[in-house]
């Protein structure tokens, strides 16, 4: 299987006092890059967010955009040309698998590529069997993209890139939206690619354990422009894993802090009582949870088993299929159902986060966002101020109060919309994903937060893949998987 | 979350599904021009019949068939009831309220209605149920030679249509979750679609971002890994819908019903 994937030569990467930034924008996105990755080598790139990592990313695969979207000063280089003649020769797979399938058909879809790239009929569809193979995906070429999990859509990805044979495979967050499953499914795809192919990779993750034993090289970039670290992991490992771990890059053998907590439950907040939930089909049934004051329960498991789907339900925002959601100790003169609580009844009580942040987003502004639930409980306007600044500074956004939601990085979006919640002050609080994105500082911070409302009597509940997070703050873990659920107390 | 995809692909045993749909949009065509410049019911009536021959070949069951056409016929019975009640009266009125005048005329015309709008209808939902968009944008590009870039473009678009659905049931959720979901109906809607947009528009950009990174858009001279080829079996199609527009216009003129929209 090896002779045609091995066939692309591995290209070098060179860059040269490079620098770029946005149309319109004063601040260089990337400035005086000086680098030299050799073809081969296995590079994980890494930095705060902000140090223009993907901007480089997106340059190297040549789709940063024309004169147009920004400017660009020294020189950046592919093998031996210009990086933006090198689309074709670059493999880029991205963060969200849902934006990466572009046709229907698993066949179809890794073939894409290989026609833009003018490769004959016959090569083409050779090439498509043995990239699919090459990533471990066992199915038939007819086989429907849309069905496919998100760790399948992001091999289906890095198939479609392996068969236009790229001499550099670039990889911007590929398991960032995966659950731990899809996580181990893409990396090791990823290894036998590059055992089989032998190409140049560059990767950029946050949770860098995972590529840690993958690769040969690690370089930090700096948000002001340059190269703070490069070396072999263990180099620097030794040498800046203590100031790495201080700047926020998620270091192996550096865990975040956990704060302490008081664990001193209260009164019972909400429980369920034979609880289904689904859209349509229920996808968990007999669910009996209770949560207290001052309690964090977790809700763990693969994707697709219902957990944003019970967030929801218990969230007051989904219908049950069957049972009850009874939030007594909340309802504080309203009926037990939070269902049938009026929009702006629900936001002091219970405040629900969403998966997606840029769903929530309803202002133009993040102190504007920040606002809006406290004028739907008719705050006043000095009551409100009181409460966004101080808010926003411990979610570290005081910075950013005029800025566009839509315009901030994926960590502060999630930051923003836990802001928003929180200002009605509800006793309650249903976060979906909390910490996804957040580097190990803004992680430890956001975390240490949560530890304080917790010990100071409301309650979380989160829907999670991260297992620091369920170690840090859980007290109550609901697994759940396409068998069934299992609930666990995580207090010893 | 299960994403709803209109692109999954279709797929049957039928010889239909093989056939190119640029012949099944060539075949509507055909029939559906001949249909639209004759309004007189014989015409139309004759051309049903033969399609109704047809029908048998078109690989859909009986359940299906109603349940895909069943849009077709509640629209033709509006258009119908539309133009007895409405339509240009001539001969015995039969019964007359402020504009409504059903006479002879506009119940010759509400049939042939009737029949015209089935007739060009129901074979375009039925050829075009076993339609792949895929094997359509193929087609397009390759045996019509429409630009790659645009059908291709237009093809990988279509697909995020099928997310606006989730997207809008999240924000629905999203601003009863903000507090701001009890009042203000048209305002509420308003900005909701205006997220959508938005959203639809990142989207958008960033599966554009996935296509160029592929290659898309380049300079090469594109290939085609699915051959789409018009053949035999296409050209059969299409000579079909040429003998059924010919037998409805013909008989139609034959019987002196021909009545020509071009020279009425």
Known sequence: ?492 | MPTVDILTPRAGTAAIYRINPVAKLAATAVIGIALALSIDWVSASVALACEAVLFFFAGLGPRQFVRRTLPVVIASVFAATTILLYGRASGTSHWRFLLVNVTDGSIELSIATLLRVLAIGLPAVVLFVTVDPTDLADGLAQVLRLPSRFVLGALGGLRLVGLFAEDWKSLELARRARGIADSGRLRRFAGQAFALLVLSIRRGSKLATAMEARGFGSSIPRSWARESRFGGREWMLVALSFAIALAAVGSSVLTGHGNFLAGA
């Open chain 1, 1 to 492: 299987m090896t002779s045609v994937l091995s066939r692309a030569a591995p290209l070098s990467v060179d860059a040269q006092a490079w620098r770029w930034r946005h149309t319109g924008r004063s601040d260089w996105a990337v400035r005086g890059l000086d680098l030299r990755i050799e073809p081969g080598e296995r590079v994980l790139l890494l930095g705060a967010s902000g140090a223009g990592k993907s901007t480089l990313m997106h340059a190297l695969a040549g789709v940063l955009g024309g004169d147009e979207e920004g400017e660009s000063e020294g020189r950046l280089l592919v093998g031996d040309a210009d990086a933006a003649r090198a689309r074709g020769q670059v493999g880029l797979v991205l963060q969200d698998p849902d934006s990466q399938v572009v046709l229907a058909r698993v066949g179809d879809d890794v073939a894409f590529g290989c026609e833009n790239m003018g490769v004959p009929r016959e090569e083409t569809w050779l090439r498509v069997e043995q990239s699919l193979r090459a990533v471990g995906l066992n199915l038939p070429l007819q086989h429907p993209t849309s069905g496919l999990s998100g760790g399948q859509k992001q091999r289906l990805a890095l198939a479609g890139v392996l068969a236009m044979h790229p001499g550099l495979l670039l990889l911007d967050e590929p398991t960032a939206n995966l659950d731990p499953d899809g996580v181990i499914e893409v990396r090791d795809a990823v290894a036998r690619v590059l055992e089989a192919s032998g190409s140049t990779l560059v990767v950029v993750e946050h949770r860098v354990d995972v590529w840690w034993p993958l690769v040969d090289r690690v370089i930090v970039l700096t948000p002001g422009g340059g190269v703070l670290a490069d070396g072999t992991p263990d180099d620097v490992l030794r040498r800046e894993g203590r100031a790495l771990a201080a700047s926020g890059v998620w270091v192996p053998g550096y865990p975040p802090q956990y704060p302490s907590r008081l664990r001193r439950p209260g009164e019972r907040l909400l429980f369920t009582d034979g609880l289904a939930i689904g859209r349509s089909a229920a996808l968990q049934s007999g669910i009996d949870l209770a949560v207290r004051a001052g309690e964090c329960v977790a809700i763990t498991g693969p994707n697709g088993v219902g957990k944003t789907t019970l967030g929801l339900t218990l969230g007051g925002l989904l219908p049950v299929i069957d049972g009850r959601v009874m939030a007594e100790g909340l309802a504080g003169g309203l009926g037990a159902d939070p269902l049938r609580w009026k929009s702006r009844e629900l936001v002091p009580r219970i405040g629900s986060v969403f998966q997606d942040p840029e769903h929530q987003f309803v202002s133009g502004t993040v102190a504007g966002e920040v606002a809006v639930g406290a004028r739907a409980i008719g705050l006043s306007s000095d009551e409100t101020a009181r409460r966004i600044d101080p808010l926003l500074e411990r979610l570290r956004l005081g910075h950013l109060t005029d800025a566009n939601p839509f315009t901030l990085s994926g960590g502060e979006k999630r930051r923003l919309s836990v802001a928003t919640v929180l200002v009605t002050r509800p006793p309650l609080l249903v976060l979906d994903e909390p910490t996804f994105g957040q580097d190990s500082r803004t992680w430890a911070e956001l975390v240490a937060f949560l530890a304080e409302l917790l010990d100071e009597g409301s309650s979380v509940i989160a829907v999670t893949h991260d297992v620091h997070l369920v170690d840090a703050l859980a007290d109550i873990e609901l697994r759940m998987s396409r068998a069934g659920h299992r609930i666990e107390s995580r207090v010893s």
